[in-house]
């Protein structure tokens, strides 16, 4: 592991952080060894937005390797919420074979429609079945919590996006004590945590990833407690082939271990630094994901997965 630089400290909602890049194994290094023997696997995508032809390669993709107890989709299922999104998605998933169980995050273009707020999370938990925007369950033999904002974005389609609120930090911080025990507790947000992985932190950051919640700084001082708790945020759209695909959050206050976070990668659309502080678009036709293994012991490995080319392309083991 990388010992910190003064680069990777940086400030955020009053905490100091400290952003060690993880980078795991390239697939070369990866085919040298044996690959690891799952007792579960949990395969994770993120940011469809209407992009259903990248959808079922990435479908087709993972069944291929195998099936896996459940698909998470970490928000931004559709592209703008409407209820004829919503049928084309779920119609291109009984199309092509996945798990039986499909969870999901709310992310923020579930609201680009003109439609209230409760409106477009009311038909987001109706079409994903979920409990609402802040849930736990279990999935692969693992808890699996899910957090997503209570209220509207403050800025329309600007950040920040996400208001948690004190019910729902107060839900988190229990139901992460009560996994304390646990070798990993997984946690799923559409949105980005400030200077944790790829577009929120190194000297190409864009700098509007680390505005995404509200009450960041209450809710990393919770993660910053759990160094068990393995993060998963989509949102940024940047390539899992970078060094900070993953990386240790360390919150000051909190464990020393810190805590992990991984880049769930894309369905549509990658993109990466512009040179001046945003982003750029670079290519319509790549498409990523993730595959977790689960071994008889509690380890996990994260696989970063290339749909386009149907191929590994780099794995971390926790």
Do not use: C
């Not at 931004?76 to 199309?95: K, M």
């Not at 809710?219 to 940024?236: D, E, K, Q, Y």
Request: zero cysteines; a negative charge.
């Amino acid at each position: 592991m990388t010992p910190p630089t003064r680069r990777s400290i940086l400030t955020a909602g009053g905490l100091a952080l400290a952003t060690i890049p993880l980078g795991g194994l390239t697939a070369a290094q990866a085919a040298a060894r044996p690959r690891p023997v799952a007792a579960a696997t949990l395969d994770v995508i993120s940011d469809v937005q209407g992009d259903l032809a990248d959808l079922g390669r990435a479908l087709d993709n993972l069944a291929a390797l195998g099936r896996s107890d459940a698909l998470v989709i970490a928000g931004d299922l559709v592209a703008q919420g409407t209820q004829a999104q919503y049928e084309d998605l779920y119609g291109t998933l009984a199309d092509h074979s996945h798990p039986d169980r499909v969870l999901a995050a709310l992310g923020n273009h579930e609201q680009y429609n003109a439609d209230p707020f409760d409106t477009q999370v009311k038909r987001f938990l109706q079409y994903t079945g979920m409990p609402d925007v802040y849930a736990q369950t279990t999935a692969a033999g693992l808890p699996l919590l899910f957090i997503g904002t209570t209220a509207p974005a403050e800025n329309g389609t600007n950040p920040p996006f996400v208001t948690l609120g004190a019910s729902q930090l107060d839900w988190l911080d229990g139901a992460l004590a009560s996994h304390a025990d646990q070798p990993h507790v997984l946690v799923f947000s559409h949105h980005v945590l400030p200077g944790t992985v790829s577009g929120t932190t190194g000297p190409d950051a864009a700098r509007f990833y680390d505005q995404d919640f509200v009450d960041e700084t209450e809710l990393l001082t919770i993660l910053g407690r759990h160094p068990n708790v393995v993060f998963f945020s989509g949102h940024t759209h940047w390539d899992l082939n970078r060094d900070d695909w993953a990386a240790k959050k360390v919150v000051e206050g909190g464990e020393e271990a810190g805590f992990t976070v991984v880049n769930t990668g894309f369905i549509q659309t990658m993109y990466g630094p512009d040179g001046n502080g945003g982003e750029e678009a670079l290519s319509g036709a790549e498409s990523q994901g993730l595959r977790v293994l689960v071994g008889d012991a509690g380890e996990l490995t994260v696989e970063s997965r290339d749909f386009r080319r149907d191929k590994l392309i780099r794995t971390l083991t926790l």
